[in-house]
């Protein structure tokens, strides 16, 4: 799988799952805001955005899982939150270091895994590691630090719970969902589970995709077809 070159057709990807997701995230954000004043009064404002932060890693988790090429998370997290800027987000410039940030959770994850792994697992391990980088960054750039322990410890778990739902689970099941119906097809998310080499089904290190194992079919099929022409051998034999 050729995981460096970019073409035309990856570009624009980025660009219309930018377009969506910005607007995604701008209605995520006013949700939140009243969600925070619903929570103000128990003292619990703090929670008002955590249930959406899973649907604000989005663009970089369905990004990366689709292309399966370096950057590809980064850039389309970074683009969908200079849309959602453009759009009208009253949080301002400010969420485009936000989205640099969501963006490395996922490619950080895969990258270790030298972007040859996109399974569950893979995509939960993103999920967890975005929300904790992007609580680090709210503790410095949003004046989390201020906020008490506990609450921090909750609004964490409320992250993590949603990152993992929303991007360990519906982002990947949103993107087979569209392979399935062919609207990615040509993309490495449809390609990938035809590409082992041989090299790899010697070693059985072939790329993951899910858990699908295309050679083990392979070698079943023709054994299927063996008996079938050892059956017609044996009534040859009878006739």
Known sequence: MNTKNWKLKDVLLIAISAVLFGVVYLGCTYIGGVLYGMLTPFGMASLGYEPFYGIYFMAGAFGIYVMRKPGTGLIAELLAAVLECLYGNYF????????????????LIIALKRYKKFDRMTMI??????????????????????????????MLVVRIISAIVFDGFIT??????????????????????LLYTSDAADEEDSEDLGGRRHIKKKINTTEDADDRIRIKT???HIQ
């Open 125 to 154: 391990q993103g999920a967890v590691i975005c929300s904790v980088l992007t609580l680090i960054y709210n503790l410095f750039i949003s004046g989390y630090s201020k906020i008490a322990v506990p609450v921090l410890a909750i």
């Open 234 to 236: 044996s009534r040859k």
């Open 92 to 107: 301002g410039p400010i969420i485009i270091l936000s989205g640099l940030v969501q963006g490395l959770g996922f490619e």
């Open 172 to 193: 990947p099941m949103l993107a087979d969902g569209l392979v399935k119906a062919g609207v990615l097809k040509g993309y490495a998310v449809a390609q990938g589970c």
